[in-house]
């Protein structure tokens, strides 16, 4: 290993997004860095499309063997950088495209922190350079003690998707891997909320990248697709666990009332299948109270 940084992708079905992906990494300004290509076990002819790429000694394609959803292949991408000695890790979609300086502005901000700092994430911008309603962070409530950051572009928060998130591999064997039982939705917000529950994580303004997906409209059920639904069994789920992790009544009425005002939006949409969404929320929200994920940790 020539470098201490790894970037990891997790790739599923979609070998074109994810050779913009790379083409866009191999064109940062700052190239001392190693990526991780880790695939779900696609089926569309991944391995082969990006093939010709794989000559780059800085490159590396592993298959996990079957689909363990995005959270899943995150939890073993990070495990494998962590083993293999990397020191940082930079983690992203395969729909991710970053701005050549996005990596660089990361290292700038982590070299204006002295290193003391959980995580890092960038600007998400959506393909028509708006905010991307997906991955815009949480605020903590403890930006107020870090105004001079504000000057330097980074602003304090305490959750962010994993569309361009940064930290290390020390903070990793600390608090362990992100739950892969969570197989999609769900797993960045409870892991970076792990992580700055100890530690103090940014957001940082100069660092931009490009969250290629069909639409900038929030996820909902209520609207989506037949061929999506399955996804909501796991984010109902999951999102009773994380906000029953907070620990606090509010959190657990907020999240009650959004599934009121979801089913309300189901009932009152023109599109079929209104019952069997409920049913899945119903059943997804049951889940979620048997739900308890243990944390694995590297050795």
């Known amino acids: 290993m020539t470098n201490d940084i790894v970037a990891i992708i997790v790739t599923y079905n979609r070998k074109e997004l994810l050779k913009e992906s790379i083409l866009s990494l191999f064109q940062q300004t700052y190239q001392n860095f190693s990526i991780y290509i880790i695939d779900n076990a696609s089926t569309d002819g991944t391995y082969e499309y990006i093939n010709d790429m794989l000559d780059n000694d800085r490159l590396y394609y592993f298959n996990t063997g ?9 939890s073993f991408g990070i495990k494998e ?27 700038a901000a982590k070299t204006i922190l002295k290193d003391d700092f959980g995580f890092l994430c960038s600007d998400v911008k959506w393909i028509d350079g708006s905010p991307c309603a997906m991955n815009v962070p949480n605020v903590s409530k403890q930006w107020i003690e870090n105004t001079q950051l504000i000057k330097d572009g980074l602003l ?3 959750q962010c998707s994993f569309v361009s998130c940064f930290f290390t591999s020390k903070i990793v064997k600390e608090i362990g891997l992100p739950f892969k039982e969570f197989f999609v939705w769900g797993d960045d917000a409870e892991y970076t909320k792990r992580i700055s529950d100890i530690y103090p994580s940014y957001f940082v303004s100069k660092s931009i990248v490009t969250h290629k997906m069909k639409s900038n409209i929030p996820t909902d059920i209520s609207q989506d697709s037949p061929d999506r639904l399955f996804r909501y069994q796991f984010s109902y ?15 657990m009425l907020l999240y009650r009332y ?23 929320i119903l059943k997804s929200v ?9 944390i694995e940790y590297i050795d």
């Open 237 to 251: 789920r999951n999102m009773y666990y994380v906000n029953r992790q907070q620990g606090n009544k509010l959190s």
């Open 286 to 294: 049951k889940a979620g109270k048997k739900f308890k994920p243990e």
């Open 156 to 158: 304090r928060v305490e």
């Open 66 to 74: 079957k689909n363990l959803g995005g959270a899943g292949g995150f």
């Open 81 to 107: 950088a962590v083993q293999n000695g990397f020191s940082y890790l930079w983690i992203m979609d395969d729909d991710t495209l970053p701005k050549p300086t996005a990596l660089e502005e990361l290292l």
């Open 258 to 280: 959004g599934i009121f005002l979801d089913i309300k939006k189901i009932i009152k949409s023109s599109q079929k299948g209104k019952w069997k969404k409920i049913r899945i």
